[in-house]
């Protein structure tokens, strides 16, 4: 695993790029694909890292954690674009660029939560997790603006602390996936960090 805090390196993005169908792509091909070898209709990218983020466990109906019908075209493309932008920031390994792109993740996390509350399209309760941590980080990096490194305690090349829990390794492994495997597989660990943020204590007033 490659190390965002450490030695991350823009050409291991770039080598990453170039290389054709990620092991999530295949899987998703060989389960898509019926025994009698038709295929099934292909999940669209951000519903599937969403419904991994949600409820990554299998043998559940898809559909019925997160409708295709939840999110149009364009704020696909806007989830897609705002993510990107959030973890560029944080690559830049400063304590301010830090602070930005966590308050980018978390209001593109939110306001992607806040779409499924007024649709009423997820049914299941994992959302409300993913949701309660989003909210938490919303709270945090505002608090910052005026205390800065009381809530967010970042130091490069070494560590992570958030309200006073530790999500280097998660959020390590949310932007490995991201930046250098595929945009697909990075929907359990942007779920598992999205959980790790819902332990914060206290920090609930938004």
Request: proline share 2%.
């Amino acid at each position: 695993m490659v190390d965002f805090l450490q030695d991350f390196k823009e050409h291991e993005v770039e080598d990453s790029a170039d290389t054709s169908g990620s092991p999530a792509e295949e899987q998703e091909e060989s389960n898509n694909g019926s025994e009698s070898g038709e295929e099934a209709p292909q999940e669209p990218e951000v519903i599937g890292i969403l419904r991994d983020a949600i409820h990554p466990e299998s043998g559940v109906d898809r559909e019925k954690v997160l409708s295709e019908d939840c999110l149009s075209e364009d704020m696909r493309t806007a989830f897609t674009d705002r993510v990107e932008k959030a973890l560029d920031h944080m690559l830049q390994k400063r304590r301010r660029n830090m602070q930005l792109g966590l308050k980018e993740l978390a209001d593109v996390t939110s306001d992607t939560a806040k779409l499924f509350d007024e649709s009423g399209c997820v049914h299941s309760r994992d959302v409300d997790v993913i949701q309660n941590g989003a909210k938490k980080l919303k709270t945090l990096t505002r608090k910052t603006v005026v205390d800065y490194g009381t809530h967010i305690k970042y130091e490069a090349m070494k560590g992570l602390v958030v309200g006073g829990v530790d999500i280097h390794r998660e959020l390590n492994e949310f932007i490995g996936a991201w930046k250098l495997r595929s945009h697909r597989e990075a929907g359990v660990p942007f779920g598992v960090l999205m959980r790790k943020l819902a332990e914060i204590e206290g920090h609930d007033e938004l």
